[in-house]
């Protein structure tokens, strides 16, 4: 019974961190309408910003934790507001949603610079040694502190919701900003309370929870996402429902650890919450099908089948004279590169043009590896390469088809994070790798690098030639005028619920083969390869690159993968990757297009610039 | 009570539009207090977006906006609102996801009442909406919403009411009732400019009338005067 109570104790201290990471998050989606994947990053920062304060400066712990809290944090909301969600006002939701992931990376990025993982970094517990007893049971003044400090949050931010104005005035603004401001409310103003206040919220769990584990930059940042789930229980919506979800979170996670085996514990316990998440998303109920909206933005041009063939031919041709003066290392990572593009035109046609966000491109690319390692090679091996992700794909895409983007992000979040900890870490082996063979080909020997690139180079060809086929037809048009409006294309006879599937399936498919030739090109993957932040990393720089055109998931790519190479030519780019990475879709997510986009564009003004000179010549020849 | 000695509400010259797209080319217009305006015209003549300029919702590009004598271009929509201008914009001025007392609370923005007052003011007049107060808002019927979007004029008690369409979806009855409300808030010397598609309705309480036409004012006077050239107007004859 001791035990029992103690571990619920244990359980009921993290829900209650949990409930306040959720209630930070309901809190800025109802305010903003906006849901902040960064939420935990931005925790995160406040729990080094306060390690930095009161131990390596060595502020008093009160003042150091009303300086983040009060000051730091709220004003990290409100630059946030100001400089990332103000500009994507009315933007659609997988543009909101891209850019908050690309604040979780900066963030990230500023984490790492910041404080270095190299040291090991010990928050104390708040008032530690004092302890009080409640029936034989132990309770030290940190875990009270925990729970007073929610319970207090949680009871305050239902009155101020809905007693007082301004509480009231955040709900106002996300269901009609110009009405509020008609009604004397500046909409701008209040939309900045409510960022600063979530950010504050996103602090206060940050630092209550890092002085019950080793301050870990990722570690942190990800804990927010059992606090997704809870969120999701209450619908993103419902701040009981909130609480409660995330107390039986934090407590039955307490309770597998404790009663159940280690196998149990390895494998189920870190995927509870997704497991709850996903189950949660499921419940959901069906959104009705949305009319179109303006997009005020013109879809670079898509190339015709002469040039794209044209394009793809002189591209193998390239690789294959380049493959030539590539050192062996170049080689790997330009494969590398190559893979990942391809693995990215997934993301092309999936988000770019169905418009859906998948978190998850990088677990199928995983499974089809696995199946290609399993399977021992060879021609069926590739077909299991293709075979495993698209059934798991369709599988995913049949219980998530019906959602739309942000629960359609989650569900697949859920699922990468999910298959991360049960399926990888144990079918590739805890850190260990699993050896994954070479396709083989007839006349070609794959076993060299240089014939393996060039395959690459071909293969990515192939699928960008495949690709942009796909676009040009009846299905190209079926998905985007889906993406525009689902209600239209339902009164002309377009099944959303099948389109979604195909496409799904089709993504993952493409996502497995790439998955299949990455292995093969290093000859083995682990569990790390397929981690839910690389997916991240992935779909931000498909955006960064340009979610619409193959060459913009050629750049992104290329510079993804080489970008190691350049770290090790100015070391002091060190962790800065991330970093970059974050601040460049900051910059350039307000374009939908992306590089690829601009560079598809320029084309077109060169061209019609030569028609207008053309033209020009003529009708001066017309006049003289 | 002194009789001001400026208009409401005056318009001179003024220029607006959405981006480069250019809607009101040069419109004037007075609205003294305690008088009812009628904007009429055809779909796409620049009404809303008129009223919308007046409001503050969008910046003028050229001419005066001058609310109770006093130059306001460029002041925002929350800042027109305090200096007294009140607009019940187009389809259902409330918030649906806010309940009905919710709702009111936010009215309030204007102005310091007491909840009572609030209650007693609004309750009194609409006495449906009281017995829904714990109501979410955009569960409400049509005629309701109005009702609510309308008890913001009566909380407020602005210099300027701008309407805009506000019979529109709504039963004969309940627009009767909204327009006697319209009537008797101009007793009490608020100025109104207001927007209707059923131009018998409007005219029956306005003072006096404008005609608006592809972004240009092109005839005003009292109701029996425009009364005679409205057909012209609606079918094109008049541009």
């Keep these: 019974m001791t035990t029992f109570l103690a571990l619920s104790l244990t359980g009921l201290v993290v829900g209650c961190i949990y409930a306040l990471t959720a209630c930070g998050l309901v809190v800025t989606y109802t305010t903003s309408g906006v849901f902040n994947f960064a939420h935990g990053a931005i925790g995160m920062v406040a729990a080094f910003t306060y390690w930095q304060l009161s131990v390596a400066w060595g502020w008093p712990a009160p003042l150091a934790f009303l300086t983040v809290l009060l000051v730091l944090a709220p004003l990290l909301g409100a630059v946030v507001e100001r400089v990332l969600v103000r500009p994507l006002y009315g933007a659609p939701i997988g543009v909101t949603l891209v850019a908050t992931l690309g604040l979780l990376v900066t963030l990230l990025g500023v984490g790492f610079l910041a404080w270095p993982p190299d040291t090991t970094r010990v928050l104390p517990k708040f008032f530690e040694g004092h302890t009080i007893t409640v029936f034989s049971l132990v309770i030290d003044y940190n875990q009270l502190l925990v729970i007073v400090t929610s319970i207090a949050v949680a009871v305050g931010l239902r009155v101020f919701f809905s007693g007082t104005r301004l509480g009231i005035a955040m709900r106002a603004v996300v269901d009609d900003p110009e009405l509020a401001a008609l009604a004397g409310t500046k909409p701008e103003r209040v939309s900045q309370l409510s960022w600063a206040l979530g950010a504050g919220l996103a602090a206060l769990a940050g630092v209550l929870l890092a002085p019950l584990q080793t301050l870990n930059v990722t570690d942190l940042t990800l804990l927010v996402i059992n606090g997704y789930a809870a969120a999701m229980a209450g619908r993103l919506r419902n701040l009981p429902a909130t609480v409660a979800g995330a107390l039986v979170i934090g407590i039955s996670s307490s309770l597998v650890l404790g009663y159940a085996g280690p196998q149990v514990v390895n494998y189920v316990r870190p995927a509870i919450p997704m497991i709850l998440l996903f189950v949660a998303v499921l419940f959901l109920k069906q959104e009705r099908l949305r009319a179109g909206s303006l997009a005020g933005l013109r879809m670079p041009r898509t190339a015709g089948l002469r040039q794209s063939v044209g394009v793809g031919l002189g591209f193998v041709v390239v690789a294959g004279l380049v493959s030539g003066q590539l050192s062996p290392a170049s080689l790997a990572i330009g494969g590398q590169g190559m893979v990942l593009a391809f693995i990215m035109l997934s993301l092309v046609l999936l988000s770019g043009y169905g418009g859906q966000v998948s978190l998850c491109q990088l677990t199928f690319a995983g499974l089809g590896a696995y199946a290609m390692g399993k399977s021992g090679g060879g021609a069926l091996g590739l077909l299991a390469a293709i075979a495993l992700p698209a059934a798991a794909g369709a599988l995913v895409a049949l219980t998530v088809v019906r959602l739309r983007g942000l629960f359609l992000a989650l569900a697949t979040l859920a699922f990468a994070q999910a298959m991360d900890q049960i399926f990888f870490n144990h079918a590739l082996g805890y850190g260990g790798t699993l050896e994954i063979p070479r396709p083989r080909l007839p006349l070609v020997d794959t076993g060299d690098d240089r014939a393996y690139f060039v395959l690459l180079a071909v293969v990515f060809a192939l699928g960008a030639i495949g690709l942009l086929t796909l676009r040009r037809r009846a299905f190209g048009r079926r998905l985007i005028a889906l993406n525009d409006s689902p209600a239209a294309s339902a009164t002309m006879g377009v099944s959303p619920v099948m389109t979604r599937l195909l496409v799904f399936t089709l993504a993952s498919a493409v996502a497995g083969l790439g998955g299949a030739l990455l292995g093969g090109l290093h000859g083995s993957v682990s569990p790390n390869d397929f981690l839910l932040l690389n997916s991240c990393v992935l779909l931000l720089l498909a955006t960064l690159g340009g979610l619409y055109t193959p060459t913009g998931a050629f750049l992104a790519a290329m510079s993804y993968a080489f970008f190691p190479e350049l770290q090790k030519l100015v070391p002091e780019l060190g962790q800065v990757q991330f970093l970059l990475t974050g601040l460049g879709v900051l910059a350039l997510g307000r374009n939908r297009y992306g590089i690829g986009g601009q560079i598809a564009d320029a084309g077109e003004r060169l061209r019609s610039l030569r028609v207008h000179q053309v033209d020009r010549v003529e009708v001066a020849r017309a006049a003289g | ?239």
């Excluded at chain 2, 001419?63 to 460029?74: D, P, Q, S």
């Excluded at chain 2, 909380?155 to 709504?170: N, Q, Y």
């Design chain 2, 1 to 239: 009570m002194t009789t001001p000695a400026h208009d409401a509400l005056e318009l001179i010259g003024l220029r607006a539009g959405y981006g480069s797209i250019e809607v009101l080319h040069g419109v004037s217009l007075r609205v003294p207090p305690a008088t009812v305006v009628a904007l009429l015209g055809p779909n796409g003549a620049g009404k809303s977006t008129l009223l919308k300029v007046a409001s503050g919702t969008i910046t003028p590009k050229d001419g005066c906006l001058h609310v109770g004598g006093v130059h306001v271009n460029g002041a925002d929509a929350a800042a027109l609102a305090r200096a007294g201008i009140c607009r019940i914009p187009e389809g259902r001025g409330i918030f649906p996801n806010l309940t009905v007392a919710e709702n009111l609370r936010m009215w309030t923005g204007v102005g310091d009442l007491k909840p009572a007052e609030v209650a007693e003011r609004t309750y009194g007049r609409f006495p449906r909406l009281g017995e829904r107060r714990k109501q979410v808002a955009g569960t409400l019927s049509g005629g309701e919403q109005q009702m609510l979007a309308m008890s913001r004029a009566l909380l407020v008690d602005p210099a300027v009411l701008l309407l805009d369409e506000i019979s529109m979806g709504l039963a004969p009855l309940i627009v009767a009732e909204l327009y006697e409300l319209v009537g008797s808030l101009a007793q009490q010397g608020i100025a109104i400019l207001l927007v209707e598609q059923f131009a018998q309705t409007a005219l029956a309480v306005a003072d006096h009338a404008v005609i608006l036409s592809h972004g240009r004012v092109t005839r005003t006077g009292t109701p029996a005067e425009v009364e005679e050239h409205l057909s012209a107007a609606y079918l094109g004859g008049a541009a």
